[in-house]
């Protein structure tokens, strides 16, 4: 299916979840979204651990296309020692194009995989053009931390014109880029990419 926005925002969710999948969209399969803003809302897995699977637009994606989306500053997502954690998704998990999209988020965790963009991409393609992370990344522990994608599993991951300007502040954690924090497997191409955001890190 397809959702929309019109240049819209939607503001004032207050999202508190235990189950796996949590975001405005919880788990979503072949699907578009596009030209949508979010804004001035919480998005919080209480999960102790496992995988929270949580992100400002959704939890996690199979093949989907994120088109002129945009999570502004006063967004918060927020998990306890649970994975797979991103300001826009926390888990593709199929061919997932993202383009022109923005996130501002706050992201405040202690579980591993957490991305300015993406926590954690599993398979088949990803291909992220034009796209930028402000997103303050703040975690007390935790592997797979990066300005844009956490942790890069299996699959093809292709990196366009994109850039990271969010300040990643790590306390105890490890594997943390500006960019990705861990390429555990498959291909990775950046092309035209930077990172102009700080790093404060204490760990490994």
Do not use: P, W
Request: glycine share 18%; hydrophobic share 35%.
């Amino acid at each position: 299916g397809t959702f929309d926005g019109n240049k819209k925002t939607i503001s004032g969710i207050y999202c508190s979840e235990s189950t796996r999948f949590a975001g405005l969209f919880g788990d979503i399969g072949a699907a578009t979204i596009k030209n949508l803003t979010i804004a001035n809302s919480h998005f919080e897995s209480t999960m102790t651990s496992g995988s929270a699977n949580l992100g400002a637009v959704t939890g996690r994606n199979g093949a989907a296309t994120f088109t002129n989306v945009q999570v502004t500053s006063d967004v918060v997502v927020k998990a306890g020692k649970a994975t797979f954690v991103g300001g826009i998704t926390g888990m593709t998990n199929g061919n997932t194009t993202m383009q022109d999209c923005v996130c501002e988020a706050t992201i405040i965790s202690g579980g591993d995989e957490v991305g300015g963009l993406i926590g954690y991409t599993n398979a088949g393609e990803t291909t992220i053009t034009r796209c930028k992370s402000a997103s303050t990344i703040m975690k007390s522990a935790g592997n797979g931390n990066g300005g844009l994608i956490g942790k890069m599993n299996a699959g093809t991951v292709d990196i366009i014109q994109c850039m990271n300007a969010g300040t990643i502040t790590i306390t105890g954690g490890a594997q943390t880029g500006g960019l990705i924090g861990l390429v555990q497997g498959g291909t990775l191409t950046l092309t035209d990419c930077m990172n102009a955001g700080a790093m404060n890190c204490t760990g490994d």
